[in-house]
């Protein structure tokens, strides 16, 4: 989430989410569950994983978003 220079990671999944609809994201953040979630819009495709985190827990929620159905704007739906 936190990040050098002007932008955070929400700032930054937002930009990537505008330009590349459907990408997946896992934010990682030390702060507390509703400090980091403030701001974040729930989805399916976006996980937030909380330091610290082991191996198998960032690969559970890898596995969990790589699953998780692909959510489209209703604009490029077919």
């Known amino acids: ?6 932008m955070n990671g929400h700032e930054l999944a937002t930009k990537l989410r ?3 609809p459907g990408l997946r994201v ?3 953040s030390g702060y507390s569950q509703e400090a980091a979630q403030r701001g974040l ?5 976006l996980a937030l994983l ?3 985190f ?3 827990k960032l690969l559970r929620t890898v596995r ?5 159905p692909l959510e ?3 604009t490029q739906r077919s």
């Open 26 to 28: 896992i934010i990682s």
């Open 18 to 20: 505008a330009l590349k």
């Open 72 to 74: 489209l704007p209703p």
């Open 50 to 52: 909380h330091k610290p």
């Open 54 to 56: 082991d191996m198998a």
């Open 64 to 68: 969990q978003i790589l699953d998780a």
């Open 1 to 6: 989430m936190v990040m050098p220079g002007e």
């Open 41 to 45: 819009r729930a989805s399916a495709t």
